[in-house]
């Protein structure tokens, strides 16, 4: 039975995003994993200091799909010719 605790909380920490927050006091950098509704909510760095901000992250993917070419993607202009603008 304890095993399907540990199973249960390995998948709500992976149904919680990570937010990424700065201390404006010590400067130190920290994650967090919590629930969409609370990435604004105020937080305190691991130092204990409260002047917390939250950091715009970004994500960068690479790679091909399997069994796809590293060809142009078709299509083009704007909004990747959908419109005909390209």
């Known amino acids: 039975m304890a095993h399907l605790r540990r199973e249960a909380a390995a998948v709500r920490l ?4 990570r937010y990424e927050y700065r ?4 400067g130190d ?14 937080c305190a760095c691991p130092q204990g200091h409260d ?10 993917v690479g ?9 142009p993607a078709g299509g083009g202009g704007c909004c990747g010719g959908a419109c005909g603008c390209g």
Not at 23 to 26: F, L, Y
Not at 29 to 41: D, Q
């Open 63 to 71: 790679g091909l799909a399997s069994g796809r070419s590293a060809g």
């Open 23 to 26: 201390c404006r006091a010590c």
């Open 29 to 42: 950098t920290f994650e967090l994993n919590r629930p969409m509704a609370e990435s604004s909510a105020p």
């Open 51 to 60: 002047d917390t901000v939250k950091l715009l992250s970004t994500v960068s």
């Open 14 to 17: 992976w149904a919680v995003p």
